[in-house]
């Protein structure tokens, strides 16, 4: 079932809960005691650890490997091992040879049969989850075979520079149908250093090859995914305008923003579980509490649970059993929407007990964020002509009271508003007619006493 549950989100279509996709790489070595450095390297140990991480943590989706150095070593630059980490390139190969001098990437090249090798037994194993396969994009491949360089040549010399991502393009595709005829179920394109680009220099340098790379991966029959990590929130719509099946992103862009703008083209969204404040350094209360907000936020449509990258070296198995544990016990869009009615000391009053509309600020304390104390200062502004019917109070999350008011309303960004124990405005500060329509609204929905 957790396979077909993630493809039929991959598809935009509604789950019963949402799929949760992980994102392994050298976390599987860690699985299985064996260093990152060896076990990227072997096709034996690579399954083995896929294997360890589906039958302990139950995704619905897994990534083979993480590494988005396997095509650059594969044309000749060389990398950095580390023990607990994926390599890192530290000669590019275009520094010393032409473009021209460069082989096409094919089955034997590097470490490419080791992968396979690990696809192909996993598929042989049947697990139920999808299969991902990761391709370096074309703009990240690139950077990596010529450098730094890279991104001075695109002013200066962008004939050559629009040259090698076509190779990279095609290195790319070349890894995609390696990758599906081995038994992959979905192709993710990591793109990371295209967050770095502007949406103009995004259209000229990632657009035309992504495109044709998503193209390419619908023709062979698999599903697509175009996975940009960093401050990308610019270039989702870009992203999307490349026609894959999905985007993912992470914690940096906000998921009710990837949610709008994928789902007004039609694509469906994966993210943006928080690595390191999250998974790697938080309490396992703490991670189920953001899982269920994630989950929350995701909605019931054409949304996958993933963190925002591989999983590094150092997160706790009981972080992870966390996720896996609420992922397939909770369904929380089925949740009755909250509502408070707690008249004496509690955090939230309800209209019903105090008689008048509550409208509640929740801020990370108005006068030390411009954000909170903006929006603070605004809705007293605005509802100063209800002065008789609403009341409108601060909560600051840095005090210890609003941590379970926090935990209830099952809200990641602040400030917030919430009318009557609903919430209505988050991390934004509505217009004067937004606030004053929604509490006419709220008002007329009240009963009459």
């Given at each position: 079932m957790g396979?077909?549950?993630?493809?039929?989100?991959l598809?935009?279509?509604?789950?019963?809960?949402?799929p949760?996709?992980?994102?392994?790489?050298?976390y599987?070595?860690?699985l299985?005691?064996?260093?990152?450095?060896?076990y990227?390297?072997?096709?034996?140990?690579?399954?083995?650890?896929?294997?360890?991480?589906?039958?302990?943590?139950?995704?619905?989706?897994?990534?083979?490997?993480?590494?988005?150095?396997?095509?650059?070593?594969a044309?000749?630059?060389?990398?950095?091992?580390?023990?607990?980490?994926?390599p890192?390139?530290?000669?590019?190969?275009l520094?010393?040879?032409?473009?021209?001098?460069?082989?096409?990437?094919?089955?034997?090249?590097?470490?490419?049969?080791?992968?396979?090798?690990?696809?192909?037994?996993?598929?042989?194993?049947?697990?139920?989850?999808?299969l991902?396969?990761?391709?370096?994009?074309?703009?990240?491949?690139?950077?990596?075979?010529?450098?730094?360089?890279?991104?001075?040549?695109?002013?200066?010399?962008?004939?050559?520079?629009?040259?090698?991502?076509?190779?990279?393009?095609?290195?790319?595709?070349?890894?995609?149908r390696?990758?599906?005829?081995?038994?992959?179920?979905?192709?993710?394109?990591?793109?990371?250093?295209?967050?770095?680009?502007?949406?103009?220099?995004?259209?000229?340098?990632?657009?035309?090859?992504?495109?044709?790379?998503?193209?390419?991966?619908?023709?062979?029959?698999?599903?697509?995914?175009?996975?940009?990590?960093g401050?990308?929130?610019?270039?989702?719509?870009?992203m999307?305008?490349?026609?894959?099946?999905?985007?993912?992103?992470?914690?940096?862009?906000?998921?009710?923003?990837?949610?709008?703008?994928?789902?007004?083209?039609?694509?469906?969204?994966?993210?943006?579980?928080?690595?390191?404040?999250?998974?790697l350094?938080?309490?396992?209360?703490?991670?189920?509490?953001?899982?269920?907000?994630?989950?929350?936020?995701?909605?019931?449509?054409g949304?996958?649970?993933?963190?925002?990258?591989?999983l590094?070296?150092g997160?706790?198995?009981?972080?992870?059993?966390?996720?896996?544990?609420?992922?397939?016990?909770?369904?929380?869009?089925?949740?009755?929407?909250?509502?408070?009615?707690?008249?004496?000391?509690?955090?939230?009053?309800?209209g019903?007990?105090?008689?008048?509309?509550?409208?509640?600020?929740?801020?990370?304390?108005?006068?030390?964020s411009?954000?909170?104390?903006?929006?603070?200062?605004?809705?007293?502004?605005?509802?100063?002509?209800?002065?008789?019917?609403?009341?409108?109070r601060?909560?600051?999350?840095?005090?210890n009271?609003v941590?379970?008011?926090?935990?209830?309303?099952?809200?990641?960004?602040?400030?917030?508003?919430?009318?009557d124990?609903?919430?209505?405005?988050?991390?934004?500060?509505?217009?004067?007619?937004?606030?004053?329509?929604?509490?006419?609204?709220?008002l007329?929905?009240?009963?009459?006493?």
């Amino acid at each position: 079932m957790g396979k077909q549950l993630l493809l039929q989100a991959l598809q935009g279509q509604t789950t019963e809960r949402p799929p949760y996709l992980m994102f392994l790489g050298c976390y599987g070595g860690k699985l299985i005691g064996v260093p990152a450095d060896e076990y990227l390297r072997s096709g034996e140990l690579i399954a083995q650890g896929v294997g360890k991480a589906i039958r302990q943590y139950q995704p619905d989706g897994i990534s083979v490997m993480f590494d988005l150095q396997v095509e650059a070593e594969a044309l000749g630059c060389e990398l950095r091992w580390s023990k607990e980490g994926s390599p890192v390139v530290v000669g590019h190969v275009l520094e010393r040879k032409p473009l021209t001098a460069l082989r096409l990437l094919d089955a034997d090249a590097g470490r490419i049969p080791e992968i396979l090798q690990a696809v192909r037994r996993l598929k042989a194993e049947s697990h139920d989850a999808a299969l991902y396969g990761l391709v370096t994009g074309p703009f990240t491949l690139a950077l990596h075979l010529k450098g730094s360089s890279l991104l001075m040549a695109m002013y200066d010399e962008p004939e050559e520079v629009l040259e090698l991502l076509t190779f990279c393009t095609q290195a790319a595709k070349t890894m995609a149908r390696l990758y599906i005829e081995a038994g992959c179920d979905v192709i993710a394109s990591v793109d990371p250093m295209t967050s770095q680009l502007s949406p103009r220099a995004f259209q000229q340098f990632v657009t035309p090859y992504a495109t044709d790379l998503f193209a390419e991966i619908r023709r062979r029959g698999a599903f697509s995914s175009f996975f940009v990590c960093g401050h990308a929130q610019r270039n989702v719509e870009v992203m999307c305008q490349c026609r894959p099946d999905n985007v993912s992103v992470d914690e940096n862009i906000p998921l009710d923003f990837v949610k709008e703008v994928s789902q007004r083209y039609g694509v469906s969204f994966g993210g943006n579980l928080q690595l390191t404040v999250m998974l790697l350094m938080g309490s396992e209360e703490a991670v189920r509490r953001h899982v269920r907000d994630t989950m929350t936020l995701g909605g019931s449509a054409g949304y996958i649970l993933a963190p925002g990258c591989d999983l590094p070296w150092g997160v706790p198995d009981a972080n992870l059993r966390a996720v896996a544990e609420l992922v397939h016990e909770v369904a929380p869009r089925n949740r009755p929407s909250q509502s408070w009615d707690i008249a004496q000391d509690g955090i939230l009053v309800n209209g019903q007990a105090t008689g008048k509309m509550v409208v509640d600020v929740v801020t990370l304390a108005s006068e030390a964020s411009a954000s909170s104390q903006y929006m603070l200062e605004t809705v007293r502004d605005m509802v100063a002509s209800f002065e008789e019917t609403v009341l409108v109070r601060e909560h600051r999350i840095q005090e210890n009271e609003v941590a379970d008011f926090m935990l209830e309303i099952i809200v990641k960004n602040v400030p917030m508003i919430c009318i009557d124990g609903n919430i209505e405005f988050t991390h934004t500060i509505p217009s004067r007619a937004q606030l004053v329509q929604t509490i006419h609204e709220r008002l007329q929905e009240r009963p009459v006493s």
